[in-house]
């Protein structure tokens, strides 16, 4: 049965209710005239009235839904618009996905410049250390091995070599010697020293 078929009987339907309450409420209303001029029958005119306004109530509402755009729609019509409606749903939905999915994006970025940075600050700490070490373990080296050197290139009144050897012991230049003097030849150095005991003591 085709669309239009269908939207025409519903009219026809509709039309044809509506034509039954019309008739039915001239009845009703005729029947009120009636029993009116009846002076042996009861009074019926209050209910009549009722069920009166009652159906022109109904006739409204009928005339309502006649007219009522759902019902000029077709099924594809109807098709289509809730179609429409669960696209633009869809989208709806697609668009705050893309805005969550855009910020966790910015989230994670700003983790990994962050994570980056503090790697990177990690391994030059850690090469800082290194070349300082190494920078250490060079400048001794170098000192051990040029400063006897340099020390020796100096003017002899500067007394260089005696200066290193007596702070290297931690001691005045005159003890440093003596110490020196004895770890050297202690034979030596007792021959030295015995003169002036003996004339301490003498």
């Known amino acids: 049965m085709a669309d239009g078929d269908t939207e025409d009987e519903a009219a026809r339907a509709f039309e044809s209710l509506r034509a039954e309450v019309s008739l039915m409420r001239r009845a009703v209303e005729r029947l009120a005239a009636e029993r009116a001029e009846s002076s042996h029958a009861p009074d019926y005119s209050e209910t009549l009235g009722v069920i009166s306004q009652n159906l022109s109530a109904t006739a409204q509402r009928v005339d309502a839904l006649v007219k009522s755009p ?67 373990a060079v400048g001794m080296s170098l000192w051990a091995i040029l400063a006897g050197p340099i020390a020796l290139a100096m003017p002899e009144s500067w007394h260089w070599p005696e200066r290193m050897a007596a702070r290297t012991l931690a001691m005045p230049m005159w003890e440093g010697g003596q110490r020196l003097m004895r770890a050297a030849s202690p034979e030596s150095f007792a021959g030295i020293v015995a003169p002036s005991l003996n004339r301490e003591t003498g």
């Open 70 to 136: 759902a019902l000029s729609l077709t099924p594809e019509e109807t098709s289509r618009q809730i179609g429409a409606a669960s696209f633009d749903a869809r989208r709806e939905d697609h668009r705050l996905f893309l805005v969550a999915k855009q910020g966790i994006d910015e989230v994670a970025t700003r983790l990994r410049h962050q994570l980056e940075s503090h790697v990177m600050a990690a391994e030059q700490r850690r090469r800082l250390w290194q070349v300082g070490l190494a920078c250490l």
